[in-house]
C-alpha cells in the first residue's frame, strides 16, 4: 500500500474505513442501502486519493459504481457541518476527474459527471434520530427555498436498536455495531482500553463476526480503536465541563441582571455578558487545542507500541 495512505491513516482511518478498503465490504453496505443486488465487487471502483484540504477531514470511504459516486462517512461525534465536508469532498474528486479525462470545460458538448450521493453512519453516544437529512443551504445566512447550490446528506444512526432493519441486510453494518458495543461495554469493567479492545475482538472472533478481519487485521485494529475511542473519551469530558462552566456563567449572570436598575445598568450587563460569551469561547478553545495535543501524544505513543 502507498506510503500516503499508510500516513493519511495514523490521522483519519478508523475499523469502519478500514472495513470499507474492501470492495467486498464496501459492495454489501452499497446493496443494502440501495436495495441493489450487485454481486461483483469488480464493478466498484474504490477511490483512495486524499481530498487535499487536511489530513483531518479526508472522507472514510469513497466509490465509484453504476457511474455514480458515493461518500461513506463514520461518526461517533455528531457534525453539523457535514454536507459542507461532502460538497468539498465532491468538488475536488470533480476537478480531478476533469483533469484525468482531459475534459474541455469550455466545450460546447455537454460535460456527464458522476452523480453523488452522501451518507453518514452515526455511532455517538448522543441521542439521535434514526434518519436525519442534513442540507448545505441550512448554513446559509440568507435562507431561501429555493437554493442555487443545495448539498444532501443523509444520516442514518447505526447504534444498537436502530436502523435494525438496515443492519440485517448487511454483516458489516451489523458487525461494526456489535464491536463498538463491545469495546465500550468492557471499557467500563477492565482496567485498560487496550484490554477491553482485545476482549471485544476475541469474541467477536469466536461469535464469527467480522471474524477474517479481525484475525487478519488485530493489531491494526487495536491501535486505531484505542485512539478513537479515548478520543471520544476525552471530548465528552471537555463538553461536559464547558457545559458546566456555562451553566455558572448563566447564573452569575442572572443575579447580576437581577441588581439592574436603568439604562446605564443594561448597557453594563450586556458588555458583562459579551465578555462572559468572549471567554467562553476561548475557554472552549483553550480545550480544544489540549484535547488535541493529547490526541496528537497518544498516537505518538501507539505508533512505538
Not at 460538497?87 to 459527471?113: A, G, M, P, Q
Not at 445566512?141 to 447504534?159: F, W
Not at 458489516?172 to 463491545?182: D, I, P, R, S
Request: glycine share 4%; net charge negative; proline share 3%.
Amino acid at each position: 500500500m502507498p506510503n500516503e495512505n499508510a500516513g493519511n491513516r495514523e490521522y483519519k482511518s478508523d475499523v469502519f474505513s478500514m472495513l470499507m478498503e474492501d470492495k467486498k465490504n464496501a459492495l454489501e453496505v452499497y446493496n443494502a442501502l440501495n436495495e441493489s443486488d450487485y454481486s461483483d465487487p469488480d464493478e466498484l471502483e474504490i477511490i483512495t486519493s486524499n481530498h487535499g484540504i487536511s489530513l483531518s477531514i479526508r472522507n472514510d470511504a469513497s466509490f465509484i459504481i453504476d457511474r455514480q459516486i458515493n461518500y461513506y462517512e463514520h461518526q461517533s461525534t455528531y457534525s453539523p457541518n457535514m454536507p459542507l465536508r461532502c460538497l468539498i469532498y465532491y468538488v475536488n474528486d470533480l476537478e480531478k476527474f476533469v483533469s484525468f479525462k482531459n475534459k474541455d470545460l469550455y466545450s460546447s458538448r455537454l460535460l456527464h459527471l458522476p452523480t453523488p450521493h452522501f451518507v453518514i453512519f452515526y455511532n455517538g453516544l448522543k441521542e439521535l434520530p434514526e434518519t436525519e437529512t442534513m442540507r448545505l443551504s441550512a448554513a446559509y445566512y440568507q435562507k431561501t427555498d429555493e437554493p442555487k447550490l443545495e448539498v444532501i446528506c443523509t444520516a442514518y444512526n447505526i447504534n444498537p436498536s436502530f436502523n435494525e432493519e438496515l443492519k440485517a441486510k448487511s454483516g458489516v453494518l451489523y458487525g461494526y455495531t456489535v464491536f463498538v458495543e463491545k469495546v465500550r461495554k468492557y471499557n467500563k469493567t477492565m482496567e485498560t482500553l487496550k484490554e477491553a479492545i482485545r476482549r471485544a475482538i476475541d469474541e467477536c472472533i469466536e461469535e464469527n463476526i467480522l471474524k477474517e478481519f479481525f484475525l487478519t487485521r488485530r493489531d491494526e485494529v487495536t491501535r486505531m480503536t484505542e485512539i478513537d475511542m479515548t478520543f471520544e473519551t476525552r471530548l465528552q469530558y471537555v463538553k461536559r465541563d464547558s457545559y458546566e462552566e456555562g451553566l455558572e456563567d448563566g447564573r452569575a449572570e442572572g443575579r447580576e441582571e437581577g441588581r439592574a436598575e436603568g439604562r446605564e445598568e443594561g448597557i453594563k450587563q450586556e458588555r458583562l455578558h459579551t465578555e462572559a460569551e468572549r471567554k467562553r469561547a476561548d475557554s472552549e478553545k483553550n480545550r480544544a487545542d489540549a484535547l488535541q495535543k493529547e490526541l496528537d501524544q497518544l498516537k505518538k505513543q501507539l505508533s512505538k507500541d
